[in-house]
Every structure is written in structure tokens, then in C-alpha cells.
């Protein structure tokens, strides 16, 4: 059984920065698709950035509003998933969910794809 955990958010000005952690568990796939995404209040849920791995590499994927300011990445085990954000607006400001699939249909940064999906954690950024 797939397990994800994120951890790391919290409440920062405008301008700063957060860590966002996934500790993933459960997985024996050589070939595999994680993604980070966040929902506000009212809002739908959207993709942040999105992660490809294969046995050769990795493929990353980011929203427009996020490119130059976030950084997906995955430690060498491949067990914890982050989320480095730079940079932060107030429009950042969501709940941020950690995801994975063995296969991302219609794309790392599409929800529908995603069959397990993190509790969520917290990113609160004031102006």
C-alpha cells in the first residue's frame, strides 16, 4: 500500500521561502509519476510541479505560475519527494498535496491521473 506524508508548511512574508517534504512508502516501481499540487479556498485543486521518473532519469514539469520560483525534487533513494519554493506570493497561498501514480494520464500536472494522494500541508503566505 502506497503511503505519502508531507510536512514542512507553514505561514511566511511575501518574498520567502518553504521546503515542502513528501516521505513516500509502498513503492516497487521501477517507472513511476509523483506531483505536487495545491487547492485554495474555492478554488479547484491545480498542479504545481510534476515528477517522471524512469530507470534512466527523471522528467520535470511545472505550472507557468510557479516556473523560476519552485523546484521539484527527489532524494537518492527516491523515497521523499520536495517541493523547494522560492520566492512566495500571497496567490500561493493553499493547501499543497503530495500525489502519486504509476502512470500520469493526461500528464504529471493533471489530478484526475494520480491514485494516491497525500493528507496535505498547510502553506500560508502573507503581504
Known amino acids: 500500500q502506497v503511503q505519502l506524508v508531507e510536512s514542512g508548511g507553514g505561514s511566511v512574508q511575501a518574498g520567502g521561502s518553504l521546503r515542502l517534504s513528501c516521505a513516500a512508502s509502498?513503492?516497487?516501481?521501477?517507472?513511476?509519476?509523483m506531483g505536487w499540487f495545491r487547492q485554495a479556498p474555492g478554488k479547484e485543486r491545480e498542479g504545481v510541479a510534476g515528477?517522471?521518473?524512469?530507470?534512466?532519469?527523471?522528467?520535470?514539469s511545472y505550472a507557468d505560475s510557479v516556473k523560476g520560483r519552485f523546484t521539484i525534487s527527489q532524494d537518492n533513494g527516491e523515497n521523499t519527494l520536495f517541493l523547494q519554493m522560492n520566492s512566495l506570493k500571497p496567490e500561493d497561498t493553499a493547501m499543497y498535496y503530495c500525489?502519486?501514480?504509476?502512470?500520469?494520464?493526461?500528464?504529471?500536472?493533471?489530478?484526475?491521473?494520480?491514485?494516491?494522494w497525500g493528507q496535505g500541508t498547510q502553506v500560508t503566505v502573507s503581504s
Open positions: 500525489a502519486a501514480a504509476r502512470f500520469c494520464e493526461n500528464g504529471p500536472l493533471t489530478p484526475g491521473g494520480y491514485k494516491y
Open positions: 515528477i517522471v521518473t524512469y530507470t534512466s532519469g527523471a522528467i520535470r
Open positions: 509502498g513503492y516497487t516501481y521501477s517507472r513511476y509519476c
